[in-house]
């Protein structure tokens, strides 16, 4: 099981930059596309601090959460240069 869940959608520019930043470093992750899947929507829409949509949100094993990371943020966060 993948300790990131990536919640976005296939057409955004910023998930698509951070699903391949995540599969350049090899790091396993589940993808909910919050187009087909309610509960992944509202479980993105929760993580936001401003409860908005945004995509993509990126939680962690920790609970906690990344919404639409720069590459530099998301790979301090994983602890990778």
């Known amino acids: 099981m993948a300790n990131v869940t990536v919640y976005g959608k296939t057409t955004c520019e910023d998930t698509i930059r951070s699903r391949a930043f995540l599969d350049t470093h090899k790091i396993q992750y589940t993808w909910v596309d919050v187009e087909k899947s309610e509960e992944g ?3 993105a829409i929760a993580k936001n601090p401003k409860n908005r949509l945004n995509t993509p ?17 998301l790979g301090k966060k994983l602890r990778i240069r």
Do not use: H, M, Y
């Not at 949100?57 to 943020?73: K, R, Y």
């Open 57 to 73: 949100t990126i939680v962690f094993q920790d609970g906690t959460a990344l919404v639409e990371p720069s590459d530099e943020e």
């Open 41 to 43: 929507r509202r479980t």
